[in-house]
T-cell receptor
Framework: DADVTQTPRNRITKTGKRIMLECSQT?????MYWYRQDPGLGLRLIYY???????NKGEISDGYSVSRQAQAKFSLSLESAIPNQTALYFC???????????FGNGTRLTVT | GENVEQHPSTLSVQEGDSAVIKCTYS??????FPWYKQELGKRPQLIID?????GEKKDQRIAVTLNKTAKHFSLHITETQPEDSAVYFC???????????FGQGTRLTINP
């Protein structure tokens, strides 16, 4: 089945470290997104991309960067991790702006 | 920009009873309203969506209603079952915008 795959599933890192979360998809969708989930705050958009040459900031992009290496790959980086970036991170794809989001399984990140 | 408020944050109902979750949005130009269900430890998945040109949509035990005048939309689950226990997220998209804005989520618990 076509899917959205995130790696790693869990990551513990220390303050100040640089880390990368990876996302790949076999759905053939052009649109890819990175969301952050915190209890009581819902899903907040970090960055989104509509093709390899298109990168857009979301609501909470400070402290994050992204790379769209190919149509199927979209990576999220934390240049210098801090404890309040501890959260559950989801990658998602969609075919159009009004079509359903297809989420990956999530990456649980803990920054100590 | 768009803002989405979701209530209640937690909801507990007896199995077989109905559950209603309500969301309000700020921008009258919003035209797409999906609902996502996230079971414990899993990824969010679309369960139903509605567009601004209709007032109600049903899919078996799930229905969504939209009141454009009051700028709110609601998820109705009838004859609740234990497998309905999950976190539910509403979202809204401005016409012409390229991204969704999510509500804060509702944790629904079905008591046997």
């Amino acid at each position: 089945d076509a899917d959205v795959t995130q790696t790693p599933r869990n990551r513990i890192t220390k303050t100040g470290k640089r880390i990368m979360l990876e996302c790949s998809q076999t759905k053939g969708h052009d649109r890819m997104y990175w969301y952050r989930q915190d209890p009581g705050l819902g899903l907040r958009l970090i960055y989104y991309s509509f093709d390899v040459k298109d990168i857009n900031k979301g609501e909470i992009s400070d402290g994050y960067s992204v790379s769209r290496q190919a149509q199927a790959k979209f990576s999220l980086s934390l240049e210098s991790a801090i404890p309040n970036q501890t959260a559950l991170y989801f990658c998602a794809t969609s075919s159009t702006a009004d079509s359903p989001l297809h989420f990956g399984n999530g990456t649980r990140l803990t920054v100590t | 920009g768009e803002n989405v408020e979701q209530h209640p944050s937690t909801l507990s109902v007896q199995e077989g009873d109905s559950a209603v979750i309500k969301c309000t949005y700020s921008d009258s130009a919003s035209n797409y309203f999906p609902w996502y269900k996230q079971e414990l430890g899993k990824r969010p998945q679309l369960i139903i969506d509605i567009r601004s040109n209709v007032g109600e949509k049903k899919d078996q035990r799930i229905a969504v209603t939209l009141n454009k005048t009051a700028k709110h939309f609601s998820l109705h689950i009838t004859e609740t079952q234990p497998e309905d226990s999950a976190v539910y997220f509403c979202a809204a998209k401005l016409q012409g915008a390229q991204k969704l804005v999510f509500g804060q989520g509702t944790r629904l618990t079905i008591n046997p």
